[in-house]
């Protein structure tokens, strides 16, 4: 079975300050990992995926993320956050072997302040 | 361009009510569908999804039900509602076939709130 581990539940940091969301997983498979964030009272918006290839994907306003094999990791980075960018994020794993299901964590809440 | 939409985007129903959830999704076809339920200040949990028309799997044992009665329709039902059925609902869809790299789309939701 699959899991993954979002270990800060809110994370506060200034505007135009950097920041790391961490996202550890545990999985028996090999897997394909996404970042999803989620505004108040939205649905989710896919902010990038790892399906393979480079181990540093870009997404959308402005954010990466590195797979860490070895550490079974995916950590989701933005060298300057914005105001907008507070939100909740998901990270979220899919095995390779053919399955339909996103295991989501628990999320994380990056609240920015001024 | 694919889109996904939801209604209602609000519901307060009673205790021991019915419930009809409606999911469509426009500019693909055969697409996979999922039901997700987001409780307060927790991740999601999958409640239901489908690989076609007819096609539903469920994943907790509850008091909901799901249906698909065409390509692009999902339907999340109940004859009863309980008070730990509020919630956030959310619908989703990704492309179809298997293998886990299709990205899940999501709706806007639905705030449930039994009283």
């Known amino acids: 079975a699959q899991s993954v581990t979002q270990l800060d539940s809110q994370v506060p940091v200034f505007e135009e300050a950097p920041v790391e969301l961490r996202c550890n997983y545990s999985?028996?498979?090999?897997?394909?990992l996404f970042w999803y964030v989620q505004y108040p009272n939205q649905g989710l918006q896919l902010l990038l995926k790892?399906?393979?290839?480079?181990?540093l994907v870009k997404g959308i306003n402005g954010f990466e993320a590195e797979f860490n094999k070895s550490q079974t990791s995916f950590h989701l980075r933005k060298p300057s956050v914005h105001i907008s960018d507070t939100a909740e994020y998901f990270c979220?794993?899919?095995?390779?072997?053919?399955?339909?299901?996103?295991?989501f964590g628990s999320g994380t809440r990056l609240l920015v302040r001024p | 361009s694919q889109t996904i939409h939801q209604w209602p985007a609000t519901l307060v129903q009673p205790v021991g009510s019915p419930l009809s959830l409606e999911c469509t999704v426009e500019?693909?076809?055969?697409?996979?569908l999922y039901w997700y339920r987001q409780a307060a200040g927790r991740g999601l949990q999958l409640l239901f999804y489908?690989?076609?028309?007819?096609?539903i799997s469920s994943e907790v044992p509850q008091n909901l039900s799901a249906s698909r009665p065409q390509d692009r329709q999902f339907i999340l039902s109940s004859k009863k509602l309980l008070l730990s059925d509020s919630g956030f609902y959310l619908c989703?869809?990704?492309?179809?076939?298997?293998?886990?790299?299709?990205?899940?789309?999501f709706g806007d939701g639905t705030r449930l709130s039994i009283l």
């Open positions: 500019g693909t076809s055969n697409p996979n």
């Open positions: 790892y399906l393979s290839g480079s181990t």
């Open positions: 989703a869809w990704s492309g179809s076939g298997t293998g886990g790299n299709q990205p899940q789309h």
């Open positions: 489908s690989v076609g028309i007819g096609q």
């Open positions: 999985s028996s498979v090999s897997v394909y």
């Open positions: 979220a794993v899919s095995r390779m072997d053919s399955s339909y299901k996103l295991i």
